[in-house]
């Protein structure tokens, strides 16, 4: 069965510095997604994209992040200036078009900004 | 805005016995409803999905039934497994506005004892 793969699997980064954390969804999915998950807490949408935009976003997606589609097959989640705050594991979602859908998530990104 | 509740964890269970994490659900629209099982050290897997009232969604001798009366969409197993050990999330997404993302619960952390 068709998934969804990010890289890497872990990622350190210290406080101050970028990141990209990279997605390669299902192949003839059209809608791509950022989700994080703080430890303990909630599955948190950051931001949806479609048809080479971003579709919406929520309030955490703020200035530092943005997304990229570079080609065919990549998705990427930039954070410009990592704060200690953006710890968290970050998922990559596809999904179909058409009512009801579902997601499919990878296996997420642990990032550790110290 | 749309939301989702669901029974805190963590859920404590010895094996073969049976299983019910309740959810809840706000929305101003039309949602379609999922239960996604997180195995440890993994990402979100789609349990099961159901988007109508009255629908019952079905899968690994899990299910789940939409009420659209009590808002509810409480998942359920009559035998459960260690296998089955997870974090188990409610959520939605109200695709009557478009393909809008979906709202997760916090999530019900189930461990299940040999």
């Known amino acids: 069965e068709p998934e969804v793969t990010q890289t890497p699997s872990h990622q350190v980064t210290q406080m101050g510095q970028e990141v990209i954390l990279r997605c390669v969804p299902i192949?003839?999915?059209?809608?791509f997604y950022w989700y994080r998950q703080i430890l303990g807490q909630k599955v948190e949408f950051l931001v949806s994209?479609?048809?080479?935009?971003?579709?919406?976003k929520s309030e955490i997606f703020d200035d530092q992040f943005s997304v990229e589609r570079p080609d065919g097959s990549n998705f990427t989640l930039k954070i410009r200036s990592t704060k200690l705050e953006d710890s968290a594991m970050y998922f990559c979602?596809?999904?179909?078009?058409?009512?009801?859908?579902?997601?499919?998530f990878g296996n997420g990104t642990r990032l550790t900004v110290t | 805005g749309d939301s989702v509740t669901q029974m805190e964890g963590p859920v404590t269970l010895s094996e073969e016995a049976f299983l019910t994490i309740n959810c809840t659900y706000t929305a101003t629209g039309y949602p379609s409803l999922f239960w996604y099982v997180q195995y440890p050290g993994e990402g979100l897997q789609l349990l099961l999905k159901a988007t109508k009232a009255d629908d019952k969604g079905s899968n690994k001798g899990f299910e789940a039934t939409y009420r659209k009366e009590t808002t509810s969409f409480h998942l359920e197993k009559g035998s459960v497994q260690v296998s089955d050990s997870a974090v188990y999330f409610c959520?939605?997404?109200?695709?009557?506005?478009?393909?809008?993302?979906?709202?997760f619960g916090k999530g019900t952390r189930l461990s299940v004892i040999a």
């Open positions: 192949s003839n999915h059209l809608y």
């Open positions: 979602a596809s999904s179909g078009e058409g009512m009801g859908s579902p997601l499919h």
């Open positions: 994209f479609y048809n080479n935009e971003i579709s919406e």
């Open positions: 959520a939605l997404s109200d695709r009557t506005k478009g393909n809008t993302p979906l709202v």
